[in-house]
């Protein structure tokens, strides 16, 4: 399922609303911030927040739903100015270093999967979606690049962006030595083809 197109569009409320929900939710922790909370810092009543998404569950996921639209927007602009194939295979990395400048707390996809375990919640199923189509992503290009086993080389990409993704936040740097061995990665599988 492609979160970035199966919802209707949000109301200017609607869009308050789940602006407030990701500030509120990626700061704090999803489990920790109450509607009452949402609703204040969106200036609607609560009334509004509950007809607009019918629960905190369907609210989390909408929140989740618009970041993932975001995210996946940004991949496919960094994919489509490639200068090659074999850079477009890396530029979800690329585009993790702009997307995670002011993040501070992480993936939130991550945050969200460790907060919301259950995968009978929506917003689970969006977070792991997300990663999903990232996976999926990392094979497609591996595969129009011509690399041998697209299927492994996209497993190692994603274990190294998700891996840059969760130590984001120490301060160590990661992104950079992940960047580098993703293109190293991709390097020695076209070579391997040839």
């Not at 409320?13 to 009452?36: C, K, P």
């Not at 995670?100 to 375990?117: H, M, V």
């Not at 390097?187 to 391997?192: F, G, K």
Request: with cysteine; charged share 25%.
């Amino acid at each position: 399922m492609d979160h970035g197109t199966d919802t209707p569009p949000l109301t200017p409320a609607g869009r308050r609303i789940v602006a407030a929900a990701e500030e509120l939710f990626y700061e704090r922790g999803i489990t920790a911030v109450g509607v009452d909370l949402i609703a204040e810092h969106s200036g609607v009543t609560k009334r509004t927040l509950y007809n607009r998404f019918g629960s905190k569950e369907n609210l989390v996921a909408a929140y989740l739903t618009e970041r993932d639209r975001r995210w996946r927007s940004a991949v496919r602009a960094a994919v489509e100015v490639s200068g090659s194939e074999e850079e477009a295979v890396t530029a979800p990395f690329e585009t993790l270093r702009a997307w995670s400048a002011t993040d501070t707390r992480g993936c939130a996809f991550i945050n969200a999967l460790a907060e919301l375990p259950d995968p009978e919640h929506p917003a689970h199923r969006v977070a792991t979606d997300q990663k999903r189509w990232l996976l999926r992503l990392f094979e497609e290009l591996a595969d129009a690049a011509g690399c041998p086993d697209p299927a492994t080389l996209a497993a190692r990409l994603l274990v190294l962006h998700e891996g840059a993704l969760a130590t984001r936040p120490l301060g160590l740097g990661t992104l950079t030595t992940a960047t580098d061995l993703a293109r190293d990665l991709v390097r020695a599988a076209v070579r391997a083809r040839d």
